[in-house]
């Protein structure tokens, strides 16, 4: 088993290459070292002023929440259909009409009845 | 109403704070990237042939280490950093092997990227005694010789011999099992020491 003599000649081959590369980068010039310098302060600077991925990422959740939004909003129906609703509503809370809240039913039927007595709504409104 | 202005100071020093955290890290950042970059980019003019490129991809990387990676702990940085710098300069190869073939394809070769090493030698700047010289050429012997290896044993031994990157560091750089490093190493030494013949220094 040689192993061993040749494993030392194996060292003695690294350690000549790794002071040779060493050698390399000490010769380096000064244009090339400038060069460095200026990169290593572009790269700092140009990660800084990104934003973190966390940011990025939460961004970027808030925009598709907003865009599903208008998405969703966009499909309602129109905005006078839902306003007797609205209307009904601060009707039923008025403290003179507390009384109709036992008779729910009887004046959502009217509300219905009332509903299908109106002229229909233009076919294009929807855009 | 303690309460609230305590949590009024805490929420004023926090930024304080982060900014300072930030700008600690940003310094320490700076330190490894000098600490770094001056073998980097040998490691990857040795690669690719041409300083230029290999200081672009040298920034690429620093780039994306700092944007990605900048909170890991700082002992894995260098590993990291290997790992993005030869994946960019792989990233690198192939598009030259495409450009080539395409050039070939229409007739024009390559000729303007032959690797010229008097061009791209690095200026000595006066200093040409002897034993510069000959370290200088003995380097350029290396280069050649490194420039006939496969690339997966170039890489596995620039980074254990010149970055110093023990087994493990060079199979998280590289991307593989610290088995199939000992045996590119190995496979590398090998084949340089028959290149350069037992009187290489």
Same mark, same amino acid.
């Given at each position: 088993? &040689? ?20 050698? +390399? ?25 990104? #934003?973190?991925?966390?940011? #990025? ?21 129109? #905005? ?16 003179? +009409? ?9 004046? +959502? ?6 509903? +299908? ?6 076919? &294009?409104?929807?855009? | 109403?303690? !309460? ?6 805490? %929420? ?31 490691? $990857? ?8 490129? $290999?200081?672009?991809? /040298? ?6 280490? $700092? ?30 092997? /495409? ?64 970055? !110093?990157?023990?087994? $493990? ?10 088995? %199939? ?21």
């Amino acid at each position: 088993m &040689n192993e061993g003599p040749d494993n030392s000649a194996d060292d003695v081959f690294v350690a000549k290459a790794r002071q040779r590369f060493e050698e +390399s980068v000490d010769r380096m010039d000064g244009a090339t070292r400038s060069k460095l310098n200026r990169a290593r302060h572009a790269a700092l600077a140009e990660a800084g002023s990104r #934003q973190p991925a966390r940011l #990025q990422w939460a961004t970027g959740v808030a925009a598709a929440a907003l865009l599903a939004v208008l998405v969703w909003t966009g499909n309602q129906p129109p #905005q006078d259909v839902a306003a007797p609703a609205v209307a009904d509503i601060e009707i039923l809370l008025t403290e003179d +009409s507390l009384e109709m809240l036992e008779d729910l039913e009887f004046y +959502s039927w009217i509300d219905l009845d009332e509903a +299908s007595e109106m002229p229909p709504e233009p076919e &294009n409104h929807v855009g | 109403m303690n !309460g609230r202005i305590a949590s009024f100071a805490v %929420s004023c020093g926090l930024p304080e704070r982060a900014g300072d955290s930030t700008l600690k890290s940003e310094a320490k950042l700076n330190r490894f990237f000098a600490d770094v970059e001056k073998r980097a980019l040998r490691i $990857a003019e040795i690669s690719v042939r041409d300083r230029d490129e $290999a200081l672009d991809l /040298v920034q690429e990387a620093m780039i994306k280490l $700092a944007r990605n990676y900048a909170e890991k702990p700082a002992e894995e940085w260098t590993p990291l950093f290997y790992r993005i710098l030869q994946n960019r300069i792989r990233d690198w190869q192939r598009r030259q092997m /495409v450009r080539n073939r395409v050039m070939v394809w229409f007739g024009k070769g390559n000729e303007d990227n032959d690797f010229d090493p008097v061009a791209s030698a690095p200026d000595p700047a006066g200093r040409a005694p002897d034993d510069e010289l000959e370290s200088h050429e003995a380097m350029r012997g290396l280069e050649d010789a490194l420039g006939k290896l496969p690339a997966r044993q170039r890489e596995a031994f620039m980074l254990r011999t010149f970055e !110093g990157l023990d087994v $493990a560091g060079t199979a998280a750089a590289m991307g593989c099992s610290e088995g %199939s490093v000992k045996t590119h190493y190995s496979r590398a030494v090998h084949s340089l020491r028959e290149t350069l013949g037992e009187h290489w220094q």
